[in-house]
């Protein structure tokens, strides 16, 4: 339970510190962040069983998380030097790389890979908030309305099923 709970809080940062080349990365220098990570993984094991709906609770925690990460990984990557349209990739990076690391090691489809509007909201916080601080808002406002954009998004799309249209193979062509 506890490498789950640090695979899913530490993966996509883990991967844009990397991609940034800032090393050694984020909870490598912050230990502390390891104990909480644990200490929420025991939490979660012994009070799990309360909620009477934990998948519905879960994702309504992970839009929260997918907001706070997607915001929080583009602002690192702008003070990093990336150029925006590099940090907001590396926001939604920082987003989304923990929970499919988890999916897979738990051996579930990643949420990335239905139907449902997750990486589109990501997106869309983070670049909300990329393209407020380019424009001078300070930083507190622009955290904010990029953390609601992704997570009105979010909700609404669990709260109205809302999806995008799926991929749909078709027969490859022959190339001489």
């Given amino acids: ?9 530490f993966g996509g940062g883990t ?16 230990p502390e962040l390891l104990a909480v990570a644990a200490g929420v993984a025991v939490l979660v094991f012994f009070t799990a069983h309360l909620f009477y709906s934990r ?7 992970d839009a929260v998380g997918l907001a706070l990460y997607a915001v929080l990984g583009a602002e690192i990557a702008l003070l990093a030097g990336a150029s925006p349209w590099a940090a907001v990739l590396l926001g939604v990076m920082t987003a989304s790389g923990g929970g499919i690391l ?5 051996n579930e489809v990643p949420l990335i890979l239905r139907r449902e509007i997750y990486l589109t909201a990501a997106a869309a916080g ?6 407020l ?10 955290f904010i309305a990029g ?24 027969p490859g ?4």
């Fill in 133 to 142: 601080r380019l424009e001078g808002v300070w930083r507190e406002p622009a």
């Fill in 126 to 131: 983070a670049a909300a908030f990329v393209a």
């Fill in 102 to 106: 988890r999916d897979v090691i738990c």
């Fill in 15 to 30: 991967l844009r510190d990397l991609l940034l080349g800032r090393t050694p990365v984020f909870w490598l220098r912050a």
């Fill in 1 to 9: 339970f506890i490498l789950i709970a640090c695979v899913t809080g």
């Fill in 147 to 170: 953390a609601l954009t992704c997570f009105l998004i979010r909700a609404a799309a669990l709260r109205r099923g809302w999806s995008l249209p799926a991929y749909r193979a078709r």
């Fill in 55 to 61: 998948m519905r609770a879960l994702l309504w925690a």
């Fill in 173 to 176: 062509r022959d190339y001489e």
